[in-house]
């Protein structure tokens, strides 16, 4: 099983700026988790999990990988949590969501 939590997070519209994202991702960084992705509207970061438990106060769970059946190529193991998560203050002004990425399903 991977030993990241994938995490996504959807910024406000006003956020949706170069300059906005360039300060979410340093903010986010020094918040412990380590960038990822960027689009036009969301971000995507990776954190260990103490990382993640630290930051957002709850364990993401462990998600077995599944291997291929008929109807897919099978899902890699990675995390997943039923809690809401709680943004940081420090990302209130430009994050809207935040969320944690389930493992991806690989599709014949």
Avoid: C, N
């Avoid at 960027?38 to 462990?62: D, H, I, M, Q, Y």
Wanted: proline share 8%; glycine share 10%; hydrophobic share 40%.
């Amino acid at each position: 099983m991977e030993d990241w939590v994938h995490v996504a997070m959807k910024l406000r519209p006003a956020a949706r700026t170069p300059e906005a994202i360039a300060r979410v991702q340093q903010t986010a960084t020094g918040l412990g988790l380590e960038p990822t992705g960027a689009g036009k509207a969301s971000l995507s970061f990776r954190a260990t999990g103490e990382a993640f438990e630290r930051l957002f106060g709850v364990a993401a769970r462990p998600v077995d990988s599944r291997p291929a059946g008929a109807a897919d190529k099978g899902v890699p193991g990675g995390y997943m949590t039923e809690a809401d998560l709680q943004l940081p203050e420090e990302l209130k002004d430009d994050v809207e969501s935040v969320g944690v990425l389930p493992p991806a399903r690989r599709f014949r």
